[in-house]
């Protein structure tokens, strides 16, 4: 890095979805920190996203197409990295809004903190008023087991030096972003959580992302968070409070759900004592993931998996 280089380089990771894609440029384009770059890298597109980021004539902004289609975010992500030039890292989807004080909040919580990642208050929203959330790890648990969707994610370059690359989808038994943020803690990386919503998360797997048809439902989010982001806070935030308080505590669980709750929680420790990158836990995991990796591709509307990969 030189003088010149930005405070926030912006990783983000894009396959198809142009449509989205420009509206999460502009809700970047909204940011109250302006020391930046943006990557927008390329999973093998075949669509007019190129044209979309050159539209913006933003000198901030640059845009990459690998070659080829990796299938997972990880590739995109690493080629950002590695054209990366800023002090502090960020991601976020092509489907995706981020608030204006979303970079200003995750600085000031890393520097005042000393963490090697902060993360945002995330709200999930979906199809027919569904509202959830992701935020710091309920009690006696730990990022171990706890996700947080990239989106929120702000880290120091170097933890890149120092915990590597993300990995391929075809060698890991979890989500890449999942394996990327646990290899991460068990590296004895500080991981803080910031208490403040600031990224508006559209899981495409909700909104079956790559087969919609006509306007998406970020458009009038945005127009919102540029007109009028503290009101859309405040209503989000009650979305949220609304929805927890829907969810009653003494709620009888079905018979199902009272022997796949234990077996549940046994599993994830005996992954937790044993490591689940042994033998056989991996082998294991592993099947678990890739079936249902191929399973969720046809759910968001992007074509299946080829058997063999490269």
Known sequence: MNNDSPLVTIIVPTYNSSA??????????????????VWVVGDGCSDD?????AAFNEPRFHWYNLPFNSTSQSGPNNEGLRRARGRYIAYSNHDDLWLPWHLSGLLHEISSSGADLVHALVVLLGPNGRVEAQGAPPPHHSYATHFITPSGWLHRRELVDECGFWPAPQQTHSGVDFDYLRRIYRAGKTIRACRQMSVLHLPSLWWKTYSMQ????????????????????????????LALG????????SALGAWLTPLRWMWRQMTLHFDDQRWPLFQM???KYQLYRRRMRSRRGLAPLKRRQP
């Open 20 to 37: 989205t894609l420009v509206l999460t440029l502009r809700g970047i384009l909204a940011q109250e920190l302006t020391d930046y770059e």
């Open 246 to 253: 829907a969810v009653r505590p003494d709620d009888t669980p």
């Open 285 to 287: 995991q592993s099947l």
């Open 214 to 241: 006509g306007v998406p439902p970020q458009q009038a989010y945005l127009e919102e968070l540029l007109t009028n982001p503290r009101q859309l806070e405040a209503r989000l935030l009650m979305d949220m409070a």
């Open 49 to 53: 996203s190129g044209a979309v980021v």
